[in-house]
């Protein structure tokens, strides 16, 4: 079983970049895929960014060129770091590990889910 704490939430301005990071137990993750999604009030869970186990990555249209996912397995701690942040990307955003390990947009893909970290951008 593989456990998944987020963190670095919290309320930002629009325009700040933010790093959100998942420190995950249990298993090592060197051979995970690992993505986050997030989701707005209201909203349906969204696919935001995933890495494959070799680093190959997959953005969401709504954050291509100012979101950047990276993972450090020696620390089994996989990191989104989001700039130029607007009131859209208000959410919860959570982590999620595949025991595949490409990258996948799907969440059903994924096995294992952390319990979110709220992320709240004002205007």
């Known amino acids: 079983q593989v456990q998944l704490v987020e963190s670095g939430g919290g309320a930002v301005q629009a325009g700040d970049s933010l790093r959100l990071s998942c420190v995950t137990s249990?298993?090592?993750?060197?051979?995970?895929?690992m993505g986050w999604f997030r989701q707005a009030p209201g909203r349906e869970r969204e696919f935001v960014a995933a890495?494959?186990?070799?680093?190959?990555?997959l953005y969401a249209d709504s954050v291509q060129g100012r979101c950047t996912i990276s993972r450090d397995n020696a620390k089994n701690t996989v990191y989104l770091q989001l700039a130029s942040v607007t009131p859209q990307d208000t959410a919860v955003y959570y982590c999620?590990?595949?025991?595949?390990?490409?990258?996948?947009?799907?969440?059903?893909?994924?096995?294992?889910w952390g319990l979110g970290t709220q992320v709240t951008v004002s205007s």
């Open positions: 999620a590990g595949r025991n595949f390990a490409d990258a996948s947009q799907y969440a059903s893909q994924y096995k294992f």
């Open positions: 249990g298993r090592a993750i060197s051979s995970y895929g």
């Open positions: 890495i494959g186990y070799r680093a190959s990555t």
